[in-house]
């Protein structure tokens, strides 16, 4: 028997961080790290940013909680704000990405059955992340976290990424798709990037036959490309965008929104939550989208994206092993030819905070208030890492 009492669904490292600032952590020894992870895409203010401090602070000695039987005001301020942002129409406020894909997957079965397609499909992409409860796991593209949780939840066709041509076969012989659900930028995947001219053919298809766009940009969203949202950086709109992680700078909040005949689909007693949307993460939810649209952190995610990736590109060029460096903003993944687990812990040792995604992607996502002095600390810290990690496996395989 384990002497800890919490399920063993985590493995752990054996460091427990005591505070934070800014962009650095203090584990309870006093020793510093450089964070470019954020909480895995979710601290984009970092560590006790004091407007953000102060706003929580205030709210929580007002109201923390409050049924949704009745009106919040700071939940209708979220909406208004985010909308107005994503360009869509409505929101609904869960309490993570897994409940905001799960509410988009709801959606779209509602709006296939009022059309009378009585066994709504949704098309999904291999590779895909879009959460671990049973229907999300279902929707989302990888074997591995699947594997033991049979029988899996049905209504979903998977695709290749980036293959338009297997989006079109589907169109043609499957009438009962209602719905497109996919990631412009793939984070769990291995960071993953949808070519521009796909997500246009997307929507085509989609206006063609009727069916919903949802993009989910969990991960994505919220600044970290360099944009509010990574689709942005085309002329695409989605009928329905699911939201979380960075939306909440670490208190727990997901968001689906949606525009259009998406908009009208839900009618009340068709979805709800407890939690979702109270006083208190919806002000920490607008403080998050104020701070950064008043400390211009959208261009400072584009402009510490392109410092690090060049940086890596130069830093890493011509180095066995290193199979990709590919990203936008501050979301960036170094794929290498083999697993790579073991280089987070060798980072931990130097001071440094990341992960390792898809097995041979280091993914580097960290706190969108990086200047050019973290983000070439962070270059110091990491290259030769990979470098020494890399030399040290070819060695030990001649």
């Known amino acids: 028997m384990s002497a800890s009492h919490l399920m063993a669904t985590y493995a752990p490292n054996p460091v427990a961080f005591a505070r934070g600032e800014g962009a650095y952590l203090f584990d309870t020894q006093g020793k510093r790290y450089l964070d470019a992870l954020a909480g895995i895409a979710v601290n984009g203010l970092g560590y006790a940013h004091p407007e953000y401090t102060r706003r929580i602070n205030e709210q929580a000695g007002r109201l923390i909680h409050i049924s949704n039987h009745f009106t919040v005001p700071e939940q209708e301020a979220l909406a208004a704000k985010v909308c107005a942002l994503a360009k869509m129409d409505n929101a609904f406020f869960a309490n993570s990405g897994a409940e905001a894909n799960e509410c988009a997957i709801k959606l779209a079965r509602l709006y296939g059955h009022q059309r009378g397609v009585e066994n709504s499909q949704i098309i999904v992409m291999e590779k895909a992340w879009h959460g671990r409860t049973l229907a999300t796991l279902s929707a989302t593209g990888s074997r591995k976290a699947q594997a033991g949780f049979e029988p899996l939840m049905g209504g979903f066709v998977r695709v290749p990424y980036n293959d338009l041509g297997a989006i079109e076969r589907v169109a043609e012989h499957n009438p009962s798709v209602v719905a497109i659900l996919m990631e412009v930028l793939q984070g769990e995947g291995g960071i993953n990037v949808a070519n521009a001219d796909y997500l246009r053919k997307l929507r085509e298809i989609c206006d063609r036959k009727q069916w919903l766009l949802m993009i989910d940009e969990v991960q994505s969203g919220i600044g970290r490309t360099g944009k509010w949202f990574a689709h942005q950086w085309t002329d695409v709109v989605p009928d329905v965008m699911p ?156």
């Open 243 to 398: 939201l979380a992680k960075g939306l909440g700078s670490g208190i727990p909040i997901g968001a689906c929104l949606a525009r259009g005949v998406a908009a009208s689909v839900f009618k009340p007693g068709n979805h709800g939550t407890t939690f979702g949307g109270g006083p208190l993460v919806s002000v920490a939810g607008l403080a998050t989208l104020e701070i950064l649209e008043k400390d211009g952190m959208l261009a400072n995610a584009a402009r510490q994206g392109e410092i690090v990736m060049e940086g890596l590109k130069s830093g890493l060029a011509g180095v066995a092993g290193v199979k990709d460096i590919r990203g936008m903003g501050l979301m960036i993944g170094v794929e290498l030819d083999r697993p790579c687990g073991a280089i987070v812990k060798r980072a931990l040792e130097r001071g440094l905070v990341t992960n390792v995604t898809a097995d041979s992607v280091i993914r580097l996502v960290p706190p969108l208030i990086y200047g050019d002095a973290q983000s070439r600390e962070l270059l110091g810290l990491l290259v030769p890492l990979v470098k020494e990690f890399l030399a040290e496996a070819a060695a030990a395989a001649a």
